[in-house]
């Protein structure tokens, strides 16, 4: 399962979205941040994690949905790989 992260800010960093990520889920290791291709209004990327328990992701995901961050307000969302 990855998390779908959607309007962040343009020319947030790979890393910054791992640290974000990390912040409101300290027993997640972020595996990868992948970007999603767009026409650039709403820049989004998925992150994968390493061997997320049960339910782990979908609830980082429901805690980071309209979340306010870089004055931009995040679509979060789980999606199957």
């Given at each position: 399962?990855?998390?779908?992260?959607?309007?962040?800010?343009?020319?947030?960093?790979?890393?910054?979205?791992?640290?974000?990520?990390?912040?409101?889920?300290?027993?997640?290791?972020?595996?990868?941040?992948?970007?999603?291709?767009?026409?650039?209004?709403?820049?989004?990327?998925?992150?994968?994690?390493?061997?997320?328990?049960?339910?782990?992701?979908?609830?980082?995901?429901?805690?980071?949905?309209?979340?306010?961050?870089?004055?931009?307000?995040?679509?979060?969302q789980?999606?199957?790989?």
């Amino acid at each position: 399962m990855k998390l779908w992260l959607g309007n962040i800010a343009p020319g947030t960093t790979d890393e910054e979205v791992s640290d974000f990520v990390k912040k409101y889920s300290p027993g997640l290791e972020v595996k990868k941040v992948d970007r999603i291709e767009g026409d650039g209004t709403r820049p989004a990327v998925s992150v994968e994690f390493v061997n997320p328990p049960f339910g782990a992701v979908e609830k980082v995901a429901m805690r980071l949905h309209r979340m306010q961050w870089k004055g931009r307000e995040l679509f979060a969302q789980t999606m199957q790989f």
